[in-house]
């Protein structure tokens, strides 16, 4: 395998579209190139594209199910926008994939799935591979099926089997044109497979022979090879959005030393939080999967109370169902973050698509004045952070955070540097003292204007809280109307002095660019991409990215006021800009919305920054 | 049936401990201060540290007792108090945790909440203060308001079939159900305290009169004339016996419950039912639970009494499991254990 005719094409970045009908591999295949990606040096971020039915007919459009990875020897913020090479096992995957590829990208297909049959319920007329519509694309007709029967014939597995090994042989085409060893891949297959020789045997053959197969077609003349990325020195793991949520908080646990209880009820696209944090039970956490969402947000309540660090997750709609508890925990100045991986809304919306549209329930959601801290994570690894941040907040203020993240972040994956809890930032919660004669229950800290966490089991401090109006300090029910709008001012001013505890707001580009860009949470990876690609290219544009939204960070006029002109970009109908509006009414702002369930493309953003400068 | 091991002799609590400096606001003549005083006669008895008491509760008239108590405690928000009492218990499953709640609070608006509770059999106390009226709200039916009643919000009488709590309670697999009257109080203690005996959720009934909204809905089975041919108080290993004479019983015959006189065609108290609380099988107590006037009086005392693994029990054995058997002590150590690369 190691002597190769061709000729290495060395490339900056690559992007690859692994694309089948559900049952055919395509997750497995992308995540073990993923694996070889990491192997070989390389910066990269994947994402998965699946339907929202589970099995949609065979062979059909719906039934779709994809992979996407992007990589380089530069940094990866995103998972790329088009493919440079895409993989179709079937007509419908070519059919759904067409619009997600760059003209000239390398199509490779099962021919064999190329029949009558297919192209019928794809929903083609004719074969689209012979009536002129892809000459535009470098085809790769490989006789997949064929192929895969033949290599393990030997083997005298049925068909079934045989079929499911078919994806090996796809990815064997790919790891030649990419110059990867099949070392790592043949290992997985031996570990996972242990039990079963066979099995491993089959997708060894299989892979092998997708390899030596592209090694003798005159089809590919050229291989590529993307160098290895600069990356800091350190151990690595892939990781997406939800599983890091998942982590930070284990991580948070740990340095507060407190329990982590989880109180949550599955949701798309939230719910790998939950299964993940059930998985750790060896680091002592308690993940409660309630009978609704109510009861997974109450019960986290009644943990805080108790002494966890209580978090519940979920997504836009289980948001609206929490909002009443939210507010209880408002009233209780209890800990306790609110997870809401945000999808495309209203009601159940679109549940596997990505949106940032339930910004505005975050901060405003619930009956009467009842603010808490917002934060937004900004990547699938960034939310390792966001998820610790959030629990330190929460902690230390002694009042909910909600954490927005998003569909793309939690399910797209990039490459996490592992760090050492002894290295995170202390989290010292403000817990009261036994026998403490002073302790009220809502007497505060002057600075940070939290109370005090008195914690059942601890002697002297027995006190009731509830979602009645409290007098100040002694936390009695008191429907006194001077005290109201005194606690009002109060919770409110708790959570904007958390504005000392956050980083200032980092701009990316020059004081006196032409043009800054504004956005927040999931979508720093495009932003960034652009606004640097633009500052390569010698525009004056600067990039203004928030993670904390509730309080904002305090440079936050400033650095808006520096700039001619401002464009918020979001993937809603304008909720942030909205929030600017009313936080500093004296600047004018442009926006730049989408609404379609679909990520910002680079190309879409740097046309219309282009524009603005130009005119 | 299992009982928790309790040294009262270390602790030396009284009543005044967990009486609190507040206000007691309920209406003069409510059922709920008999309640609310006989769960201050108990809690002294548990051999539970006062600290490790925890009282939660929803909304209603009921739902402010935590604040009349000197212990840790929350009010909470209408219907959820099985949820909050949930996460106090898993989180630490240490504390001697009571939920106090209404039939609105508990079977309208938070009935998911609790029978799910019930059916996970987490270990806590649940008073179900049942007036059969929402009081705070100031006189709407409620779950358990008898068909016909006219009430604010059912003016030609109510057509929903109510609930029977201790039907829905064994329904929803419960294991420790009782009933108790709050004119009588000193049952009331004893219900109370096995019901903090027994491990797992443990739901007590108490029919409480509320004086404003809907006085008198238990008076069959309270007033003086008629109370002693309609309360039936359960002895566990005793026949169903009550009446002013003793002399009314209960038998089984066949698929349902009858109701016979002693001395009459033949019947003896040998005939009569043999109250066990601790059988497995739910079917006599809940026919027992479902018994009401006019054709039979109503059970008090307790009921059924199962003994069964709890959830929080099964979910700390797992945890001490998983960290026996682990390799990964800590955060870090998580982190580094699979899929990981180097880059130098």
Redesign the interface.
């Known amino acids: 395998m190691t002597s190769k005719n061709s000729k290495v094409v060395e490339l900056e970045q690559v992007v690859i579209r692994f694309a089948g009908d559900s049952g055919d591999g395509m997750q497995l295949t992308g995540a073990l190139f993923s694996d070889s990606t990491a192997f070989a040096g390389n910066d990269f971020a994947t994402f998965p594209d699946y339907p929202a039915e589970i099995r949609a007919p065979q062979g059909t459009v719906a039934g779709v199910s994809g992979f996407q990875i992007h990589f380089g020897h530069k940094s990866i913020y995103t998972s790329g926008d088009l493919a440079d090479v895409l993989i179709a096992m079937n007509p419908a995957s070519l059919k759904a994939n067409m619009k997600w590829i760059k003209d000239g990208a390398i199509i490779i297909l099962d021919a064999d799935a190329f029949i009558e049959k297919g192209f019928e319920r794809a929903g083609y007329a004719s074969d689209p591979t012979l009536d002129g519509s892809l000459e535009n694309y470098r085809l790769i007709k490989a006789p997949i099926s064929t192929l895969t029967r033949e290599a393990v014939k030997q083997l005298s597995l049925d068909n079934k089997t045989v079929m499911k090994t078919k994806n090996m042989f796809a990815l064997g085409i790919v790891m030649y044109m990419f110059n990867r060893e099949l070392e790592l891949v043949n290992k997985y297959y031996e570990k996972k497979f242990k039990s079963n020789p066979l099995v491993v045997e089959a997708n060894i053959y299989v892979l092998a022979a997708g390899y030596n197969y592209a090694e003798t077609l005159e089809l590919i003349s050229d291989t590529y090879k993307v160098e290895p990325a600069a990356l800091e020195k350190g151990l690595y793991r892939n990781v997406t959005g939800n599983i890091a949520t998942a982590w930070g908080f284990i991580a948070a646990a740990e340095k507060a030393g407190l329990q982590l209880f989880l109180g949550s009820y599955p949701i798309t696209p939230a719910t790998e939080i939950l299964q993940e944090l059930t998985i750790h039970k060896e680091l002592g956490v308690k993940a409660f999967q309630a009978e609704d969402e109510i009861a997974g947000i109450v019960s986290a309540i009644g943990a805080s109370f108790a002494g966890s660090l209580a978090i519940t997750t979920t997504s836009g709609p289980g948001l609206s169902l929490k909002s009443e508890a939210i507010g209880l925990a408002v009233m209780m100045e209890l800990p306790l973050v609110i997870v809401n991986v945000q999808r495309g809304g209203p009601s159940t919306g679109l549940p596997t698509k990505s949106e940032q549209s339930d910004l505005m329930q975050a901060l405003y959601g619930r009956n009467g004045e009842a603010p808490v801290i917002v934060l937004a994570a900004k990547s699938p690894a960034d939310c390792f952070y966001a998820a610790y941040d959030a629990a330190k907040l929460s902690l230390e203020h002694m009042t909910p955070v909600i954490l927005l993240t998003d569909g793309s972040l939690a399910q797209g994956s990039e490459v996490f540097r592992l760090p050492h809890v002894a290295d995170l930032a202390t989290i010292t919660p403000p817990l009261a003292k036994a026998n403490d004669a002073a302790y009220k229950p809502y007497r505060r800290d002057p600075e940070k204007l939290n109370r005090f966490w008195a914690v059942p089991g601890t002697e002297g401090l027995r006190h009731r809280i509830g979602g009645l109006e409290k007098e100040d300090g002694s936390g009695n029910v008191s429907h006194d109307p001077m005290n109201h709008q005194k606690m009002t001012l109060l919770r409110e001013a708790k959570v904007e002095k958390v504005a000392d505890y956050i980083p200032e707001l980092q701009v990316f580009g020059t004081d006196d660019a032409d043009l800054l860009v504004v956005s927040w949470g999931g979508t720093h990876g495009v932003m960034l991409t652009v606004v640097e690609k633009m500052i390569e290219q010698g525009k004056s544009i600067a990039l203004a990215h928030f993670r904390n939204i509730m309080p904002l960070p305090k440079n936050t006029e400033a650095v808006l006021g520096r700039y001619k002109q401002r464009i918020v970009c979001e993937i809603n109908n304008g909720q942030f800009i909205k929030y600017l509006k009313i936080n500093f009414p004296q600047f004018k702002y442009t926006q730049y919305n989408k609404i379609q369930g679909l990520p910002f493309m680079v190309a879409e953003l740097e046309q219309k920054f282009n524009e603005l400068l130009n005119a | 049936m299992e009982n928790q091991t309790i040294d009262t002799g270390l602790l030396q609590l009284t009543k005044e401990d967990f009486s ?1 400096d ?1 206000m007691v606001k309920w209406c003069p003549g409510c059922g709920d201060h008999a309640i609310l005083h006989a769960v201050e006669g108990v809690f002294p008895k548990l051999g539970v540290a ?5 009282v ?1 509760s929803g ?1 209603g008239c009921s739902s402010r007792f ?2 009349y ?9 209408h219907g ?1 108090a ?11 499953p ?2 001697s945790v009571w939920m106090i709640t209404g039939d609105g609070d508990c079977m309208a608006i938070g009935g ?2 609790f029978i ?1 509770t019930i059916r996970r059999n987490i270990d806590i106390n649940i008073l179900l203060f049942n007036n059969k009226i929402y009081g705070l709200t100031k006189g709407q039916y409620s779950p358990t308001t008898p068909r016909g009643t006219k009430t604010k919000t059912s003016p030609q009488g109510t057509f929903e079939r109510p609930f029977n709590p201790g039907e829905l309670v064994i329904g929803a697999q419960g294991n420790f159900f009782a009933r108790g009257l709050d004119t009588n109080p000193k049952q009331l203690a004893v219900i109370f305290e096995e019901a903090a005996r027994h491990k797992g959720t443990s739901v007590v009934e108490v029919m409480q009169n509320c004086v404003i909204f809907y006085n008198k809905a238990h008076e069959l089975i309270t007033a003086r004339e008629t109370r002693d041919d309609y309360q039936l108080h359960l002895v566990h290993g005793k026949p169903l016996i009550f009446g002013k004479n003793n002399d009314k019983g209960i038998v089984l015959k066949g698929t349902r419950l009858e109701l016979v006189t002693i001395g009459e065609n033949g019947i003896t108290e040998k005939d009569l039912l043999v109250h066990d609380q601790f059988e497995q099988d739910p079917g006599v107590h809940v026919m027992i639970a479902r018994m009401a006037p006019p054709q039979f009086p109503v059970a008090f005392g307790i009921i059924r009494s199962v003994a069964a693994e709890t959830f929080e029990k099964v ?1 700390e054995n ?2 001490m499991e ?2 026996a ?2 390799t ?5 150590e ?3 254990s ?7």
């Open positions: 609190s507040q006062k600290e490790d008491f925890v939660v909304i935590p604040y108590m000197n212990t840790y405690g929350m009010h909470g928000i959820r099985a949820a909050l009492a949930t996460g106090v218990k898993l989180s630490n240490k504390l998911n909440h799910h979910m797992t945890i998983a960290k058997n682990s990964v002590k800590n955060t870090d998580m982190l580094r699979a899929n990981t690369w180097t880059i130098d």
